[in-house]
């Protein structure tokens, strides 16, 4: 198999990934655009791993775990690489959603996002045990999905 259509196939399966999220966080007016581009991205991955016997997200455990690891990361906003728009993380981040803050190793507390800096990366949390707000840098700040 020719190295782009590798390269295709790799980027196609973290696109999908990337659509998934943004079918959670962008409005629900958003919502039949980026089912369609899953679909559209699905039936690609599906044609590219049936000619060349490969195999792809949709039909492998392993491989679904690989890519699902690649762009979900445990903490801090989704590693979308080249394909990240600045709406991406305003969206992530938006006032009123549930997330995750990570203070050491493994642990974390629920909040609630009141808002996002985002020329600092700081999202600022409001946790139920306090009546004011908090602020992390993105990179210990996940949203609850």
Sequence with gaps: ????????????????????????????????????????????????????????IFDDEEVESEYYNLVYKERGFPNFGKYMKETDMTHYYKDGVEVKVYSDGSNWELGIVESLDLEKGLVSVLFDYSSVSMEYGVDRVTRSL
């Design 1 to 56: 198999m020719a190295q782009h259509v590798k390269k295709y196939f790799h980027s196609l399966q973290v696109e999908y990934f990337i659509a998934r999220i943004r079918k959670a966080i962008y409005p629900s007016k958003d919502e039949a655009y980026y089912i369609r581009v899953m679909e559209h991205k699905e039936n690609k991955i599906s044609s590219i791993a049936e000619q060349n016997g490969l195999s792809s």
